[in-house]
C-alpha cells in the first residue's frame, strides 16, 4: 500500500476519533415485522432510457465521479447494493474481488461499485473534511432510483477495509436509508452511531490483520519510520468490542458465539428490533483479506473454505425490507 495512502488513512482517522465514539444507547424496541412488505417501486420502474451495464459518471460536488454497474434480468423491483472499494484500490478491483457484481447480479441485486474521488485514494468518511462522499452516494442511490426500477426499501452497502468503514459509518449518515450493510477486514474503523435504525451488520476480520487489526490498537503494525510514528496516533477499538457497540446501539440481545470449522467462529445475536441481522466472523489466522476463493499473499492468509460473497448475499436476501 502506498505511503500516501497509508497517511491519508491515518489522518482521517484522528480525524474520526477525535473526542472519542459517541456513547450509544439502545433505540427503542421495535416489534419484528410478522409478514414480508410489499416492494417499493421507484420512479425509474418506469424510465424511457434505463441506464446500462457499463462504466458511468455522475457530477456531484463539481466533480465528475465514476461508477461501474451491473444490472440484473427482469424488470424489477430490485434491491441495490453499493460495493465500496478500499484505500488504494479501485472500483475495477474491488468488482473483481469481491465478486459481488457478478453474483449479485444472478441473484437480483443492481450492484454499483463507485470509485473515489479524482486523485484521492479512498473515501472521505462522514464528518471528516474532503470530498463529501456520502452526499455522493446519496446523490448515486437517488440516480439508480431514477432510472432503473429499485425497491427502495432494500438497499444495501458492503466493503472491503476503508471501504468497510465507510459503510459502517453510511449506517447513520444515510440517516436509516440503508436496510444491511457487509464490513469486510473494517468494521471497527468507524465507531458506533448513537441510536441507528434497525440495520443488518455482517462482518468479517482475520485476528492477523497487520493493517486493521482484530485486538484493535495502532493500524498499519508494519509501517517504520515517521509511517510508524503517525499510526502511533491512532487506536483501533477491538473487533468484538465494535460489534458489541453496535448490538448495543441497536437493541440486540443474546450474544452467542460458536465455531463454523477450526478457523472461523461466529458472533451472533439472537434477537434485534426491525429483524436485522448482526454477525461476525472471525477468521483464525486470516490476513486483511476478503474470505473466498480469490488470495493476496502479500496481505496475509484468506479464508476459502468461508465465502464471505455468498454469506453476505445470502444474509440480505433475508433482510427484512424496511
Not at 418506469?46 to 463539481?62: C, F, I, K, W
Not at 446523490?139 to 426500477?149: I, K, V
Not at 466472523?281 to 496475509?300: N, Q
Request: aromatic residues 4%.
Amino acid at each position: 500500500m502506498a505511503k500516501g495512502a497509508i497517511i491519508m488513512m491515518l489522518t482521517v482517522l484522528l480525524a474520526t476519533r477525535c473526542g472519542g465514539p459517541p456513547t450509544p444507547s439502545p433505540p427503542t424496541q421495535a416489534a419484528a415485522p410478522t409478514a414480508t412488505p410489499t416492494p417499493t417501486p421507484t420512479s425509474g420502474c418506469q424510465a424511457a432510457e434505463p441506464l446500462r451495464p457499463g462504466s458511468h459518471t455522475l457530477t456531484h460536488g463539481g466533480q465528475q465521479r465514476r461508477f461501474l454497474l451491473s444490472v440484473p434480468d427482469g424488470h424489477g423491483p430490485h434491491p441495490l447494493l453499493l460495493d465500496l472499494h478500499g484505500l488504494g484500490s479501485s472500483a475495477r478491483q474491488q468488482s473483481t474481488y469481491s465478486r459481488l457484481a457478478a453474483e449479485g447480479s444472478l441473484r437480483g441485486y443492481i450492484v454499483a461499485t463507485p470509485q473515489a474521488a479524482e486523485g484521492r485514494m479512498g473515501w472521505t468518511l462522514p464528518h471528516t473534511g474532503g470530498p463529501d462522499d456520502t452526499g455522493y452516494m446519496t446523490a448515486l442511490l437517488d440516480r439508480l432510483e431514477q432510472r432503473l426500477c429499485v425497491d427502495a426499501r432494500r438497499e444495501f452497502a458492503a466493503g472491503m477495509s476503508y471501504g468497510a468503514g465507510m459503510a459502517a459509518g453510511l449506517v447513520c449518515a444515510l440517516n436509516g436509508r440503508l436496510t444491511g450493510i457487509a464490513a469486510v477486514a473494517g468494521i471497527n474503523i468507524v465507531p458506533p452511531c448513537a441510536q441507528p435504525r434497525p440495520t443488518t451488520i455482517l462482518a468479517f476480520h482475520g485476528t492477523a490483520d497487520r493493517i486493521v487489526p482484530y485486538r484493535g490498537g495502532h493500524p498499519f503494525r508494519d509501517a517504520t519510520g515517521n509511517l510508524r510514528s503517525l499510526a502511533q496516533l491512532v487506536v483501533l477499538a477491538p473487533v468484538e468490542q465494535a460489534m458489541d457497540g453496535w448490538a448495543n446501539a441497536q437493541g440486540c440481545t443474546g450474544r452467542t458465539t460458536s465455531g463454523l470449522s477450526e478457523q472461523v467462529r461466529l458472533r451472533g445475536w439472537k434477537s434485534c428490533p426491525g429483524g436485522a441481522t448482526l454477525r461476525l466472523y472471525t477468521i483464525d489466522g486470516g490476513g486483511h483479506t476478503w474470505p473466498g476463493p480469490i488470495e493476496v499473499p502479500r496481505l496475509g492468509a484468506t479464508a476459502r473454505d468461508l465465502d464471505a460473497t455468498a454469506l453476505i448475499l445470502d444474509t440480505f436476501d433475508r433482510t427484512p425490507s424496511r
